[in-house]
């Protein structure tokens, strides 16, 4: 059960860092440090809407493997 929740627990982390990258791609890194203020109020659509709901999915379902994890340890 435990190498079953940390294989999964793996998977899960690459998995959450590309969808990451993924949608910081396009931005500058001046954005990252708060120089950026006309993204402030922009409005997601299409693909960046699906990708920033399922970057939240897998961070959930990543917090749900940890606590999962701790608790089968």
Do not use: W
């Not at 993204?39 to 990708?51: C, F, P």
């Amino acid at each position: 059960m435990q190498l079953a929740l940390n294989i999964a627990m793996i998977i899960v982390s690459v998995v959450l860092i590309l969808v990451i990258l993924l949608q910081t791609k396009g931005s500058a890194f001046s954005g990252a440090f708060g120089g950026d203020t006309g993204s402030i109020n922009r409005t997601r659509r299409g693909v960046e809407k699906t990708l920033f709901q399922f970057t939240i999915g897998a961070s959930v379902v990543f917090v749900v493997l940890s606590i999962v994890s701790g608790l089968v340890a």
